[in-house]
C-alpha cells in the first residue's frame, strides 16, 4: 500500500497540507473575524441574533471583568456550564480574549461529575446557568472555586421577552431547583461593570492552552485533553480544508443542536462558521424534536451537524419530513456511527449527503472525514483530513500495510494534543512512539477510507459521548446490595451503544434493577445510566480476578 494513499482520493480542490499556524492564537483569528464581518448576524437564539460587532463589543466587556474586577491571571481555567444559550459564545470568546483556559462541562452533570471536573482542572471560576446552580450548591465546598458568574436563560434576549423567559423557566415550568451560592455575581452585573472596565490584550502563541476539553478516554476516570490555540486553528484549517470548496465566507447559515460544550460542536459549528463569518442558529434543546423543527422554519440553513440520533429522530418527524431544504448543502455526522438506513433517510428526504466524520477529544477532534464529492453513504469514516498521518498497527505494535486488514488506528497531526491535564503525554500510554493510540480496530481500503470494525478499549460510546466502564461500576459498587459490578456496552438502535450493567448481590441483600438504577440516576449523568441490569451468581474473571469484560459484551453481542 503506498504512503498517504487518501492523497489521490482528496477532491482536486482539497489540499493535501493546510497551515496550522496561519493565525497565532484563536484571539486573533477572532478578531479578525469580528472586523471582517462585523455587520452581519453571528448568533441568534430564541429569536434574538446578536451581530459580529456585538459579539465583539460583549465578549471584550467580558474579558474586561474577568481581568479587572475578578484580577484573573493569563493561563487560570474558567469552567463553563450552560447549553447553547447566547451568553456561551460570549463568555467562551471572551475567556480566551482574557487568556484563560476554557474548561467546558456538561450542564447535565451530577455533583459528584461536577465536583470532579473542577478539582481536577483547578478552576477558580465558573459561569452557570442558575437552572444547574443546585448542582454546584452540592459540589463546591469540595472545589478551589471562588467565583461563581450566575446567568439566567433569558438574559441577552431584552428585558421584555428575556423577563418572561426567566419567570415561565422559574415558576412555570419550575426548571430552576433551590441553591444557596450566596457569593455569585449574576451575569448581567458582571457585563455591566465589564463595559466600564480597561481591557488588556494579552500575548498569546499557538503553544498556550485554550481548552482543557474532559473525555472519556479509553480507560479510568475522566481526564482533560489539554488542546492549545495551536491544536484547534489546525483543526479548523483543517476542517476549512475539506470542506472549505464547498462553503463560502459571509455566506453560511449553520445549525448548531449539538451542545457546544462537546468539543465537535466547538470547533465545527463554534470556530470554523465564526472563521467563515456564517450566522448560527443554536438550539438550546434538541431532545425538543417539534420546538426545533418549528425553529428551522424561515431559517434557511445552509449547513447542519449532528450525531446519528439527532438525524434519526428529524427523519421521522413528519413537519421535518414536509420542510424546504433547498438552501442545505452541508450535512457532518459525527461522535458516534451513522446508520445506513438513517443516512439514506435524510439523503432522500433533504436532497443533501449526511457525511460521517470521525473524531476524538484528543485530536480536536477531527481526524477523518468523508469527502464532499461523494454520491452517498459508503459505511466508511472517511479519509484522513489534511496533514494528518493514519496508520494501523498490529498487537505488537508492528505497522501493517495489507489493505483491508485489521488494526488500531494511530493519529499523527497538529491537532493532537500535548497530553492529559497533569500527565506527560510522551510517558502516559495513549502516545506510542510519538502516534496517538486511538484504542480504536480498522481497516483502510486501496483509496485510504478507513472503516471502524471494533474497539480494543472497554470505553462504551452512547450518543457520541464517552462513558467508563470503570465509573458505571464505581457508582454500582456504592449501593450497600452489590458485591460486584462490571459495565459493558450494548448496542441500543438509537444511541449507538448503551449501559449494561451485571451484577453480583451480596447475600441476603434485596436489591431489583428499578432500585438499582434509582441508586444509579442519583450519582449519573442520564446518558451514563444502565439502560440493561442483569444479575449474575458470578462474574468471569482471568486467573488473576481481573473482570473479563470482553467476555460480558460478546456474550451480549
Not at 213 to 234: E, I
Not at 499 to 523: F, N, S, T, W
Request: proline fraction near 5%.
Amino acid at each position: 500500500m503506498p504512503a498517504r494513499p487518501w492523497l489521490h482520493r482528496y477532491p482536486a480542490d482539497v489540499p493535501a497540507e493546510i497551515d496550522a499556524d496561519r493565525f497565532p492564537s484563536l484571539m486573533a483569528m477572532f478578531e479578525q473575524s469580528v472586523a471582517d464581518f462585523a455587520d452581519r448576524p453571528a448568533y441568534t437564539n430564541f429569536g434574538k441574533t446578536i451581530s459580529y460587532r456585538e459579539l465583539d463589543r460583549l465578549s471584550r466587556d467580558f474579558a474586561a471583568y474577568l481581568q479587572q474586577g475578578l484580577k484573573l491571571r493569563q493561563g487560570e481555567r474558567i469552567a463553563l456550564m450552560m447549553p447553547n444559550l447566547l451568553q456561551y459564545p460570549v463568555c467562551l470568546f471572551g475567556a480566551l480574549r482574557a487568556g484563560l483556559v476554557v474548561v467546558n462541562v456538561n450542564p447535565l452533570y451530577t455533583a459528584r461529575e461536577l465536583e470532579h471536573q473542577l478539582r481536577d482542572s483547578g478552576a477558580e471560576t465558573i459561569v452557570i446557568v442558575e437552572n444547574f446552580a443546585h448542582t454546584l450548591d452540592k459540589a463546591i465546598r469540595q472545589t478551589g472555586v471562588k467565583h461563581v458568574i450566575l446567568t439566567r436563560m433569558g438574559d441577552h434576549l431584552g428585558w421584555l421577552k428575556g423577563t418572561l423567559l426567566n419567570l415561565v423557566v422559574r415558576h412555570i415550568k419550575k426548571m430552576v431547583p433551590n441553591h444557596n451560592l450566596p457569593s455569585c455575581v449574576s451575569y448581567q452585573e458582571a457585563m455591566a461593570k465589564g463595559k466600564g472596565m480597561a481591557y488588556r490584550r494579552p500575548e498569546l502563541g499557538g503553544d498556550n492552552l485554550a481548552f482543557l476539553q474532559y473525555t472519556g478516554g479509553t480507560t479510568g476516570v475522566s481526564k482533560g485533553a489539554m488542546l492549545s490555540h495551536r491544536n484547534m486553528l489546525a483543526n479548523v484549517e483543517q476542517c476549512l480544508g475539506v470542506y472549505g470548496p464547498v462553503l463560502a465566507r459571509g455566506g453560511e447559515k449553520v445549525v448548531t443542536a449539538l451542545p457546544l460544550y462537546h468539543v465537535f460542536a466547538l470547533t465545527v459549528n463554534g470556530l470554523l462558521f465564526l472563521r467563515l463569518g456564517a450566522e448560527n442558529l443554536l438550539i438550546t434543546n434538541p431532545r425538543d424534536i417539534p420546538g426545533f423543527v418549528k425553529a428551522l422554519k424561515g431559517f434557511d440553513f445552509t449547513c447542519l451537524t449532528g450525531v446519528n440520533t439527532l438525524f434519526n429522530a428529524l427523519v421521522n418527524n413528519a413537519d421535518f419530513q414536509g420542510g424546504d431544504f433547498k438552501s442545505l448543502k452541508l450535512t457532518i455526522g459525527g461522535g458516534m456511527s451513522v446508520q445506513r438506513a438513517v443516512a439514506e433517510q435524510w439523503q432522500a428526504i433533504t436532497g443533501s449527503k449526511l457525511l460521517e466524520g470521525y473524531g476524538l477529544t484528543e485530536c480536536s477532534p477531527l481526524v477523518t472525514v468523508c469527502p464532499y464529492d461523494m454520491e452517498g453513504y459508503n459505511g466508511a469514516i472517511g479519509l484522513p483530513v489534511c496533514s494528518t498521518e493514519v496508520r494501523l498497527v498490529d498487537e505488537q505494535g508492528a505497522v501493517i500495510t495489507l489493505t483491508h486488514t485489521p488494526g488500531e488506528m494511530e493519529v499523527r497531526g497538529p491537532q493532537v494534543m500535548s497530553g492529559y491535564w497533569g500527565q506527560r503525554g510522551p510517558d502516559d500510554d495513549s502516545f506510542h512512539d510519538g502516534w496517538l493510540r486511538t484504542g480504536d480496530i480498522a481497516t483502510m481500503d486501496e483509496q485510504g477510507f478507513l472503516r471502524i470494525v471494533d474497539r480494543k478499549k472497554d470505553m462504551i460510546l452512547v450518543s457520541g459521548f464517552n462513558v467508563f466502564p470503570n465509573e458505571i461500576e464505581a457508582v454500582a459498587m456504592l449501593h450497600k446490595g452489590v458485591l460486584e459490578a462490571a459495565a459493558v456496552g450494548v448496542a441500543h438502535r438509537e444511541s449507538g451503544e448503551a449501559v449494561k450493567l451485571v451484577v453480583v448481590k451480596k447475600p441476603g441483600a434485596e436489591l431489583d434493577e428499578l432500585g438499582l438504577i434509582r441508586h444509579c440516576r442519583q450519582h449519573l449523568t442520564a446518558y451514563k445510566v444502565p439502560k440493561v441490569i442483569e444479575f449474575r451468581d458470578e462474574l468471569p474473571k482471568t486467573n488473576v480476578g481481573k473482570i473479563l469484560r470482553r467476555e460480558l459484551r460478546d456474550k451480549a453481542a
